[in-house]
């Protein structure tokens, strides 16, 4: 089902203001982050404000009329000056509490709080993103900007607004739900947000969970909308006044209006938008190159496949165009999966054809502007990565029949396939890592057999590895990775990368496959992917895949033998 999309959300958002009209109840309208990056729209936008014309999107919020707007992570893919060009032409407030400035003059646009008016309210608005952003953006931001823990920073914030006479106070927290236990700095701190004194309600983002909960002895009502525009997040307050003419929350609802295919494009935005995607439509359907096998994510936890071979060959090929950058190290190719169903739903996805690829398969295959970077890394430090990109598996034993082949708690993206090398991971033994980075107290390897060209890896031997600048800045918590020594390889956008990879005749040679799961006597695991893997369980037949039906989410549900 299409779903999903700003023009359907502008719509469900006049919905939402039609019934609040009809019941008596002012309106406020926010925006939650990650709205700058992250689609084919988005990118075209960028280039747009990079040659002096107003942001798209950026227009359509002033069509609908937003109150203030939050910032994300990815907001900051393009680096500063650009978004700070968007910016430019936002007509309502842009709030991040934790953001602080290193050089003066970076983005003045962005405020620490606001103050809106819904109807006679005065309502304060917060905000805040993880500060891993500085990490992850990496040069992007280095020297002009860091961030501030968000629980701390947004307390301080509140304490602002509520001094300057607030009636209630927001929250617009580009976070989600983390473990329970706050530690200064945490990407996800929503469940200490909420319980925070003084806020009202509480807008969350970052994790793509779609989640509504009322108020709550956790604390205030939280909205969580999910990625890609796929709800309208709302939350409804019940206020008395007090004695003193103070108002107060009497009860609160929260819920997520889902923005599937029946919802009317609203007219106005699509209008806004239309240029804009008719040169998305033009850009995406320019020729890069041929493949002639099926380039596909459904199966990208299971073996190193086609769709992973050709992303980490890509990265080799670039970065072999500057000689001698790695003398006598033997080099290595680190890819993860961008798209792999998860929380972005059972059409998440990456699915190109055989024969001609597009641009819009390019994009499908490289979700973001990420950057190529090398680093040198010896033997501990490569089983190190490997340990914790294994720990996205669950613990499969000898004899289990239904056994959760994946952490629910692990994206897929944490998992790292590095090609050049061979090995092998025993699900019999425990996770040593937390997807947080830190480690479970398990001294017992998963990486099994591990070698290069047939060759034992010893702790002390040196490789060259290729990765991402996201990975390489801190994104996905891989220890080491920051303190290692860098290597001058071109800083190509990986999606230019694949272009050029495409376009060299004869290219697709997929390189060997780089790791296989330990053979678990009698165990069968259950894993779960797209409706379209189904006429594709050939592909994995050395598992004697069994489909066992979608679940409720509309995932198809496969049982393997280990």
Same mark, same amino acid.
């Given at each position: 089902?299409?779903?999903?999309?700003?023009?359907?959300?502008?719509?469900?958002?006049?919905?939402?203001?039609?019934?609040?009209?009809?019941?008596?109840?002012?309106?406020?309208?926010?925006?939650?982050?990650?709205?700058?990056?992250?689609?084919?729209?988005?990118?075209?936008?960028?280039?747009?404000?990079?040659?002096?014309?107003?942001?798209?999107?950026?227009?359509?919020?002033?069509?609908?009329?937003?109150?203030?707007?939050?910032?994300?992570?990815?907001? +900051?893919?393009?680096?500063?000056?650009?978004?700070?060009?968007?910016?430019?032409?936002?007509?309502?407030?842009?709030?991040?509490?934790?953001?602080?400035?290193?050089?003066?003059?970076? !983005?003045?646009?962005?405020?620490?709080?606001?103050?809106?008016?819904?109807?006679?309210?005065?309502?304060?608005?917060?905000?805040?993103? /993880?500060?891993?952003?500085?990490?992850?953006?990496?040069?992007?931001?280095?020297?002009?900007?860091? +961030?501030?823990?968000?629980?701390?920073? !947004?307390?301080?914030?509140?304490?602002?607004?509520?001094?300057?006479?607030?009636?209630?106070?927001?929250?617009?927290?580009?976070?989600?739900?983390?473990?329970?236990?706050?530690?200064?700095?945490?990407?996800?701190?929503?469940?200490?947000?909420?319980?925070?004194?003084?806020?009202?309600?509480? +807008?969350?983002?970052?994790?793509?969970?779609?989640?509504?909960?009322?108020?709550?002895?956790?604390?205030?009502?939280?909205?969580?909308?999910?990625?890609?525009?796929?709800?309208?997040?709302?939350?409804?307050?019940?206020?008395?006044?007090?004695?003193?003419?103070?108002?107060?929350?009497?009860?609160?609802?929260?819920?997520?209006?889902?923005?599937?295919?029946?919802?009317?494009?609203?007219?106005?935005?699509?209008?806004?938008?239309?240029?804009?995607?008719?040169?998305?439509?033009?850009?995406?359907?320019?020729?890069?190159?041929?493949?002639?096998?099926?380039?596909?994510?459904?199966?990208?936890?299971?073996?190193?496949?086609?769709?992973?071979?050709?992303?980490?060959?890509?990265?080799?090929?670039?970065?072999?165009?500057?000689?001698?950058?790695?003398?006598?190290? /033997?080099?290595?190719?680190?890819?993860?999966?961008?798209?792999?169903?998860?929380?972005?739903? /059972?059409?998440?996805?990456?699915?190109?054809?055989?024969?001609?690829?597009?641009?819009?398969?390019?994009?499908? !295959?490289?979700?973001?502007?990420?950057?190529?970077?090398?680093?040198?890394?010896?033997?501990?430090?490569?089983?190190?990565?490997?340990?914790?990109?294994?720990?996205?598996?669950?613990?499969?034993?000898?004899?289990?029949?239904?056994?959760?082949?994946?952490?629910?708690?692990?994206?897929?993206?944490?998992?790292?396939?590095?090609?050049? !090398?061979?090995?092998?991971?025993?699900?019999?033994?425990?996770?040593?890592?937390?997807?947080?980075?830190?480690?479970?107290?398990?001294?017992?390897?998963?990486?099994?057999?591990?070698?290069?060209?047939?060759?034992?890896?010893?702790?002390?031997?040196?490789?060259?590895?290729?990765?991402?600048?996201?990975?390489?800045?801190?994104?996905?918590?891989?220890?080491?990775?920051?303190?290692?020594?860098?290597?001058?390889?071109?800083?190509?956008?990986?999606?230019?990368?694949?272009?050029?990879?495409?376009?060299?005749?004869?290219?697709?040679?997929?390189?060997?496959?780089?790791?296989? +799961?330990?053979?678990?006597?009698?165990?069968?695991?259950?894993?779960?992917?797209?409706?379209?893997?189904?006429?594709?369980?050939?592909?994995?037949?050395?598992?004697?895949?069994?489909?066992?039906?979608?679940?409720?989410?509309?995932?198809?549900?496969?049982?393997?033998?280990?």
């Amino acid at each position: 089902m299409t779903r999903g999309g700003f023009s359907r959300v502008a719509s469900l958002i006049e919905t939402a203001r039609a019934e609040a009209a009809r019941d008596g109840m002012d309106v406020a309208l926010f925006d939650n982050g990650d709205w700058l990056q992250g689609t084919v729209l988005a990118d075209l936008a960028a280039e747009d404000v990079t040659e002096g014309r107003p942001h798209a999107l950026v227009q359509g919020m002033a069509q609908l009329g937003y109150d203030a707007i939050g910032l994300g992570n990815h907001d +900051f893919d393009y680096g500063i000056d650009l978004l700070q060009q968007a910016l430019a032409t936002a007509d309502c407030p842009v709030v991040c509490s934790n953001l602080e400035r290193i050089a003066a003059e970076a !983005l003045p646009q962005v405020v620490d709080h606001a103050v809106v008016m819904a109807g006679p309210l005065r309502v304060g608005v917060v905000a805040a993103v /993880p500060p891993q952003t500085a990490l992850w953006n990496g040069v992007r931001v280095v020297g002009r900007l860091k +961030f501030a823990d968000i629980a701390e920073a !947004l307390a301080d914030a509140v304490a602002r607004v509520r001094a300057a006479g607030c009636d209630l106070v927001v929250a617009l927290a580009h976070t989600g739900f983390g473990d329970g236990v706050w530690r200064r700095g945490q990407e996800n701190a929503l469940e200490h947000v909420r319980a925070l004194d003084g806020i009202d309600a509480v +807008f969350g983002g970052h994790t793509h969970l779609p989640f509504a909960d009322g108020m709550s002895q956790q604390g205030a009502p939280v909205a969580l909308p999910g990625p890609g525009g796929m709800h309208l997040a709302q939350i409804d307050l019940e206020l008395e006044a007090g004695a003193d003419g103070r108002w107060s929350v009497a009860g609160a609802t929260a819920c997520l209006r889902a923005a599937t295919e029946d919802v009317a494009e609203h007219a106005a935005v699509s209008h806004c938008l239309t240029p804009l995607h008719r040169a998305a439509r033009a850009r995406m359907n320019e020729p890069c190159g041929q493949t002639d096998r099926r380039l596909h994510s459904y199966f990208s936890l299971i073996e190193g496949d086609a769709y992973l071979h050709l992303m980490a060959e890509a990265q080799y090929a670039a970065a072999m165009r500057t000689p001698g950058v790695f003398g006598d190290l /033997p080099v290595l190719s680190a890819v993860a999966p961008g798209r792999f169903g998860g929380r972005g739903g /059972p059409e998440n996805y990456t699915d190109v054809p055989v024969g001609p690829v597009l641009r819009r398969h390019v994009s499908d !295959l490289v979700l973001f502007p990420n950057a190529l970077r090398a680093v040198v890394l010896n033997g501990a430090q490569l089983r190190r990565w490997l340990e914790m990109s294994a720990s996205v598996f669950g613990v499969v034993m000898p004899g289990e029949k239904a056994a959760a082949l994946l952490d629910a708690d692990w994206p897929a993206h944490g998992f790292d396939t590095l090609f050049g !090398l061979s090995y092998r991971l025993d699900l019999t033994r425990p996770a040593q890592f937390l997807v947080d980075g830190r480690l479970t107290g398990s001294q017992e390897a998963r990486v099994v057999g591990l070698t290069y060209r047939g060759q034992p890896v010893g702790p002390e031997d040196r490789f060259a590895v290729l990765l991402t600048d996201y990975r390489l800045s801190g994104g996905g918590n891989v220890p080491g990775l920051a303190r290692a020594e860098k290597l001058a390889v071109p800083g190509i956008c990986l999606r230019d990368a694949v272009v050029a990879y495409l376009a060299q005749p004869g290219c697709a040679q997929y390189a060997p496959q780089p790791w296989s +799961f330990e053979p678990v006597p009698g165990a069968r695991a259950v894993f779960a992917t797209g409706q379209a893997a189904a006429p594709l369980l050939a592909e994995i037949s050395r598992f004697s895949p069994q489909a066992l039906g979608l679940d409720a989410d509309g995932f198809l549900r496969v049982s393997l033998a280990l």
